[in-house]
């Protein structure tokens, strides 16, 4: 894992051979040899090596910044692409992702970049990395739109119909010779969320990218268990390759209608506005807000951005808009707090960012009392509705007691 900054290009050297006069040059035919590159070992180009490599330039055993490398026959697929600095999501701070020069000397041999899944520590170092390679995006409808409006914030050159290649967030079949990558459904906290069994001819590999079995997604079809039972069994099958948050952990995944259950009692108790923190692209957890806020007699909504971007970024007023145009929302379920902050406050439910005390996130610019138009009163709940990422705990712990010492 390294902090990459971009480095100053070196000053021109000056010419300090002195002036000759120009010979006439010979013209000599000769084959251009291959440029060498180091840490090149002898099967490294090797088109007939029929062995499968697997790397992970990060992603392992610590959160973030997820990229990992298959290689046979000389050619590279890149399964991921993720930012490794939280801070990143909501547009602040330094960014921190994978060293690829050693895979930049291999560029040409590179076949493209299949991307399993939206969370930032997934997709989100494409737009610094993938500008290096130019390859192919193979990824489902949810991760594409994200690339493409955040591309487009950040004026990349790039064009959305050659660079990304959307496949059926149902399952599809990759042709990216010499491999074939088949993708099926995994449930996640983010839509769309796909295994994949990697196969040559020298046999297959599952990767499953991030995984939580949570088999009540109230928008999405459950895991594909038969398949991944299938392929489990597969004699062809050499190995799986896993690693997902909190994957260690053995008490049972909370349900999202136990969750949605949960936030209705609350929400029907509260005295006075509900305020739920969770995360932005966790489209499922939006829509159980929405139907407990309903239950309880409440209108739901979220809290838009009160400044412009510091950076270009997509955050969660455009995932309310994915969820709406991809049909995981409904046109009514959740509107904006600047359509119903009039309301009477016992009539309010607000989804908001920051359930990781990120510095410029909402909750905690309301912590700070930086927001004009909304100000948090000691009869609002505020419900954390997210794990808290190991690392995050003092940033959290900030939030709780700014919280209590305003009586919430
Ligand atoms: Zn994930």
Known sequence: MVK??????????????????????????????????????????DANDDKVYFMALGGLEHIG??????????????????????????????????????????KKDVVGFVITHGHEDHIGALKYIWPKFRKPIYCTRFPAEILIQTFRGMEMDFNPEKDIVVFDHNGATLKLDPFEVETFHVSHSVPEAQMLIIKTPAGKILHTGDWTFNDDNPIEAPTDFARLR?????????????????????????????????????????????????????IARMKMFAEAAHA??????????????PVPYVGLPEFREMGMEFGYLGKDDVYLHSEIKDLPAEKQAIFLTGSQ??????????????VKEMKLMPTDTVLFSSIIIPGREQDVSFLYNKLARMGI
Request: proline share 4%; hydrophobic share 30%; aromatic share 6%.
């Open 357 to 370: 005390g990120e510095q410029f996130a909402m909750l905690t610019r309301l912590c700070r009392g930086h």
């Open 296 to 309: 309880a007699g409440r209108v739901a909504a979220i809290k838009e951005r009160s400044n412009p971007n």
């Open 230 to 282: 299938e392929i489990g069994s597969d004699p062809k099958l050499l190995a799986c390759m896993s690693d997902s948050t909190s994957a260690s952990r053995q008490e049972k995944q909370t349900t999202e209608t136990q969750v949605r259950d949960t936030f209705t009692r609350l929400m029907q108790e509260a005295p006075g506005r509900v305020i739920v923190t969770g995360y932005s692209r966790s």
């Open 65 to 106: 910044q997820n990229m990992y490398l298959y290689k046979y026959k000389g050619k590279y697929l890149v399964v991921d692409c993720g930012m490794g600095f939280l801070e990143e999501e909501i547009g602040a701070g330094d960014v921190q992702y994978c060293d690829t020069t050693w895979l930049e000397k291999r």
């Open 4 to 45: 990459v900054r971009e480095k100053a290009e070196k000053a021109p050297v000056a010419d300090k051979k002195p002036a000759r006069a120009a010979k006439p040059k010979k013209v000599v035919a000769a084959a251009k040899k291959p440029a060498k590159i180091s840490g090149m070992n002898k099967h490294e180009t």
